[in-house]
Structures are given as C-alpha cells and as structure tokens.
C-alpha cells in the first residue's frame, strides 16, 4: 500500500539536492564552483563602471585588490584605493561593496567595484581579477544562471530580467518589472498547489479508499478543482497573444499604391528617415522594418511597396512581399492620396485590400486596418464630400504634420487594446514559452476528466504539474505526501 506513496517522495529521501548541481530541470551548471568576474555596466566611457565578482573567491578578490586592508562591512559602500596584485600599482580609487552568501544577488558571495568608467581603468581592473586564483572572466548571463541556480530567481522572473534590460518602451517596462516582480511566477505556483493537493486526494483514494479511512467526497473534491482550474487556464489562453505583442512589438504594416505617401508616414511615425523618399512611383521595392514606440506601446513598423500591376520582376518581387507581409499584420495603415482617389490603383486597392480586410488575414491573425488618406493638403474646398461610399477614415498631410495627432491618438488606443495595460489584470504571457506549457496543462487535465482508471487520471495531473514546473524552471513531488497527511485523517 506504502509502495505508491515511496515512489512520490523517494527523490527527497535520497538527502538535498548539493547546490548548483542542477540549472532547475535544465542540467548541470558548468564551472559553478569558479569564481566569476565581468563588467556589469555599458561598455564606453561613463562616469561610473560596475564590475562584479561572483562566487567562493570574491573576498580573496577583493583583499586582493584593495590589501592590506579587511573586507568592508557587509552591503555598505567603502571607499577603497585598488592596487594590481601583480606590482602594487594604484588602479584607481573607487567604491567597492561586499555582499556575502546567501545574501546576495546570485546566492554567493559577491563582490562589486564601481570604478571611474574610463577604458583604461576598467581594462587594469579586469586585468587584474584576472590574475587572482580562482577568478574567470564570467559568460554571457552567467550571474543571473546562477541566481536561478540558487533559487534567487525562478524561471518567470529570469525572463523578465532579460525583458527589463531589454525594454524600450513604458508598457514594456512596466509589463517586464511585473514579471520580475514574481507575479506570473506566484501564480503558476498557485496553479501547481492547486493540482498538487488534486493529485493527492486521487493518489490517497487510490491507497486508502477501500478501508474506508477517507473523509467523503474526495474525488468529487478533486474533480472541481480541476474543472475551475481549467476555466482559469482557458481564460488566459485567450488573451490574443497580448504579452507577446508588448514583449516583442505589435505588427504594424504600412500598404497602399504607389506614390501614396507610406514612406513618408514611415519616417513621420519613426522620427527619422528610414526610407526613400521619392516623388518616382515604385521607389520601395522591398520590405523596410524598424521598431518604434507608439505612444509607450511598441511597435514593428513595416514600409511595403506599392501595390499595382504589370511592373518589372524586381518590384512584382517587392509587391509579392509585401502581400504576404500583409497577412502576417495585426495593423494595417491603408494609405491612399486623398487628391487622386479615383485613380486605377487607389480604386483596386480599395477594392483588393481594405473592403475585405477587419476579420481575419489568411494566416488566421486577428487585424485591424486603418484607413488613412494622406495629402490632404491637396484637397480642393469642400474635401470628400463627392465620397459618401468611404471607408472610416483618417485624413493627414505627411507634408505639414496636420492629422497626426488624430492618427497617433487612435493608434495608441488601437495597440492598448491588442497589448491590454501591463499594469493592471493578470500577469500576461510574454514567450511562446508559457503558452506552450499552459496549453499542454490544459490538454492534460482535459485527459484527467476522460480517464476511465484512477492510475490513469493521476498520471494526467502529474503531467499538468510538470507542465507548470517547467515553466517557472521549478518542481518537486515530495510535498504531495506533506499534504496527504495534512488533509486527511489516514487510519482514524
């Protein structure tokens, strides 16, 4: 009867893990026992430079460099003169912190030196760590795999580190500052308790339901657990990739037909002149990409070429392009001169591009498409009026700058929507990644309710726990037996 129960807790049985043995679930850690040092500031001239040590030899390190003198006090600053340990030379005088282990960033001890950021002085100081025994130069993201390694930081929140450094946006700030914060993290965790104790009440119904040793109603328990689990799982499925847009910029595609002004909107919209711009039709003749932050939202803004027929086989290349970009767009900015709108091309672009588009693009992305007439300061007096049949509209002048704000304005509510406010709500799905592993969680418990064996629908779960382990880099089995003999009376 104890065999089942064993097979669960017998990883923990074996003793604890030796820190850095492992990276979470992911292998070992190479060289987690060297000490580690790198320059943890922007590469130039500055005027202050943080390089930081990591691992058992940071307080030789620092001795080392600031000898004869004791280590400073832990997590307070001291002003230091740092010698080369090779021939005594003064590096520079700069402040110098000690962090011992476990309380640090990465779990060790760890040093830090914020030195003058001119190239030569941080090049002597990492000279000079690097003579001392037992130091390395450290690899790319070494100090927050350690942090991971030592649980400083789940897997969640090692993303949204990477996201914080990378962001360049107020929404992405805010959204990457959220992850980091744990909160997608402490929900995953809460989502694995809650599968957890599932699992053991049908773990203890399996061992323990034929003696009658078992409160009633535990599988039924169990059972809704799972059930408003997955009402919660499918809501976050649902979110229209939202997080990944915020994360990695929405698609914003400008189209139309020759000579209609997108390239002028391209650099109007970037601040800056990102392609050519030329009164000869076809000058664009391939796809021209550049991120930009529109109104705190990112944005991937595409320059396409004009869409017309029966040109040479350089621009039929670039208008092939350009339709298979518009497939993969979640915005469309549909630009036609507003002075010509009876010509060929703008009526088959009316006709080919914005009546079909608003539902969905070929490749099954939900888009929306702005309709924006540009050179409106052509426009005779009396405007549009002899077009009662247009779609929704913007109209703009690239050449004055009038209309631009109406256009940034429904720009910006356009990319709230399809990104939702990084500050409130839920935490979002940032990676391929999470989504990947919550709808294999899904899939799972949607496993559990057809499973005909108990063996069977308890295999289900674990699959679904290990699914959310994967994702926050962590997971265990042997607290499902803390929670069986918490929760239940066994042999009462």
């Known amino acids: 009867?104890?065999?089942?129960?064993?097979?669960?807790?017998?990883?923990?049985?074996?003793?604890?893990?030796?820190?850095?043995?492992?990276?979470?679930?992911?292998?070992?850690?190479?060289?987690?026992?060297?000490?580690?040092?790198?320059?943890?500031?922007?590469?130039?001239?500055?005027?202050?430079?943080?390089?930081?040590?990591?691992?058992?030899?940071?307080?030789?390190?620092?001795?080392?460099?600031?000898?004869?003198?004791?280590?400073?006090?832990?997590?307070?600053?001291?002003?230091?003169?740092?010698?080369?340990?090779?021939?005594?030379?003064?590096?520079?005088?700069?402040?110098?912190?000690?962090?011992?282990?476990?309380?640090?960033?990465?779990?060790?001890?760890?040093?830090?030196?914020?030195?003058?950021?001119?190239?030569?002085?941080?090049?002597?100081?990492?000279?000079?760590?690097?003579?001392?025994?037992?130091?390395?130069?450290?690899?790319?993201?070494?100090?927050?795999?350690?942090?991971?390694?030592?649980?400083?930081?789940?897997?969640?929140?090692?993303?949204?580190?990477?996201?914080?450094?990378?962001?360049?946006?107020?929404?992405?700030?805010?959204?990457?500052?959220?992850?980091?914060?744990?909160?997608?993290?402490?929900?995953?965790?809460v989502w694995a308790e809650t599968l957890t104790k599932a699992l053991a009440h049908v773990e203890a119904y399996i061992d323990f339901g034929e003696d009658d040793n078992l409160e009633e109603g535990v599988l039924e328990q169990a059972d809704t657990e799972v059930r408003r689990l997955e009402v919660v799982l499918g809501a976050h499925l649902q979110d229209a990739r939202r997080g990944q847009r915020l994360r990695s910029g929405v698609h914003v595609v400008v189209a139309g037909p020759p000579n209609a002004g997108k390239s002028s909107l391209v650099n109007l919209l970037s601040r800056k002149p990102v392609s050519i711009v030329s009164p000869e039709p076809g000058t664009t003749r391939d796809v021209l990409e550049t991120p930009v932050d529109l109104a705190g939202f990112p944005a991937l803004l595409s320059d396409t070429a004009g869409l017309r027929e029966g040109m040479g086989q350089v621009e039929q290349e670039g208008i092939l392009r350009a339709r298979k970009r518009l497939e993969q767009a979640d915005v469309i900015l549909a630009v036609l001169d507003a002075s010509d709108l009876a010509s060929p091309s703008s009526c088959n672009f009316l006709d080919t591009v914005v009546s079909p588009a608003g539902v969905q693009s070929p490749s099954g992305n939900s888009q929306r498409l702005l309709l924006v007439l540009n050179k409106s300061d052509l426009l005779p007096p009396g405007g549009l009026d002899h077009r009662p049949d247009l779609s929704p509209h913007l109209l703009l002048s690239c050449l004055t700058g009038e209309g631009l704000d109406g256009l940034l304005e429904v720009l910006r509510k356009e990319l709230a929507a399809m990104c939702g406010n990084p500050s409130t709500g839920p935490p979002l799905l940032t990676r391929a990644r999470h989504q990947h592993h919550l709808q294999s969680c899904l899939d799972a418990l949607s496993h559990y309710r057809q499973a005909k064996d108990l063996a069977l629908a308890a295999e289900a779960l674990r699959i679904a726990r290990g699914h959310l382990a994967c994702l926050t880099g962590k997971g265990g089995t042997d607290e499902i037996l803390n929670i069986i003999f918490r929760d239940f009376c066994v042999g009462k």
């Not at 001291?78 to 309380?103: M, N, T």
């Not at 100081?125 to 001392?132: C, F, K, P, R, W």
């Not at 962001?167 to 744990?182: I, M, P, V």
Request: net charge positive; aromatic share 6%.
């Open 1 to 189: 009867m104890w065999r089942r129960l064993w097979t669960l807790v017998a990883p923990a049985a074996r003793g604890p893990r030796r820190p850095c043995s492992r990276l979470g679930s992911g292998g070992p850690v190479p060289g987690c026992g060297a000490t580690v040092f790198a320059l943890s500031s922007g590469q130039g001239r500055c005027g202050i430079a943080v390089i930081r040590t990591s691992g058992p030899a940071s307080s030789q390190a620092l001795r080392s460099l600031t000898a004869p003198r004791a280590l400073p006090p832990a997590r307070s600053a001291s002003l230091r003169v740092l010698y080369d340990p090779r021939s005594g030379e003064p590096l520079d005088r700069a402040l110098v912190l000690w962090f011992p282990g476990p309380q640090s960033f990465t779990g060790e001890d760890c040093a830090e030196f914020h030195v003058h950021g001119g190239p030569a002085v941080v090049s002597g100081i990492l000279q000079a760590l690097g003579s001392v025994p037992g130091l390395r130069p450290a690899e790319a993201g070494e100090f927050t795999r350690r942090a991971f390694a030592h649980g400083k930081l789940s897997l969640t929140e090692v993303e949204g580190l990477a996201d914080l450094i990378h962001a360049e946006t107020e929404a992405q700030r805010r959204q990457a500052l959220r992850q980091l914060d744990g909160e997608l993290g402490h929900l995953c965790r």
